[in-house]
């Protein structure tokens, strides 16, 4: 319990200490480094939680495609920090405006009333008893949570409640995957070929012309 209880400590830490970095770094390069440690302390918070499938997401979506992709992008602009310097003083009241707005939804967000999950009743419980179709004596909720991991109860969602909808999705990808191949595809291209055999079989009385 103490172990715990120390991660989730550390990794809040450094979680927000470096979207704090992401906000006040001058370098953008540096913005997008801290913005990889962000989601990789959220994805090691998860992992605490028992959110296995959350956390490799955050990992391979957020680390492994957003992050590398803005970082590529900034490398390839070239961006002047004397430029970012001259203009950033313009964006600070968009900056107040959407911070203002942020804090109003955590105050809007925390006024309501939480419940503990202890308190549930006994037809709740008959209910995640039939859900699950499982039979355990002095079933609470707490069972529930821990009864399925995380990945088997998302897997048994998509393949078993959401299956036509997941296999949609899946074709449209395929299809937007198959179009940008095609679009990017030339249709009429010259291959130039070396035939080497025809080459050396080639006869020099033939091939070479004398002008007089």
Known sequence: MFISHFLF??????????????????NP?????FLIATFFNSACLLLIFNFEFLAISFLVVYVGAIAVLFLFILLMLNIKLAELQETGNNHVPVALFFSFIF??????????????????????????????????PNFTFDNALF???????????????????????????????VSAIVLTLKKHFISKNQ???????????????FFA
């Open 147 to 177: 009864f399925y991991s995380n990945i088997k109860s998302i897997s048994v969602a998509l393949f078993d409640n959401f299956l036509y909808p997941f296999l949609l999705c899946g074709l449209i990808l395929l299809l937007a995957m």
């Open 29 to 33: 390069i540096f913005c997008v480094l």
């Open 195 to 209: 035939n080497v055999y025809n080459q050396i079989l080639k006869d020099h009385n033939k091939a070479l012309v």
């Open 9 to 26: 400590y550390l990794f809040s830490s450094f979680c927000l200490a470096s979207a704090f970095f992401v906000v006040s770094s001058k």
């Open 103 to 136: 804090i109003c939804e955590l105050f809007f967000l925390f006024r309501v009333d939480f419940d503990l999950l202890h308190n549930d009743d006994q037809s709740t419980n008959f209910f995640l008893l039939d859900t699950l179709q499982v039979s355990i």
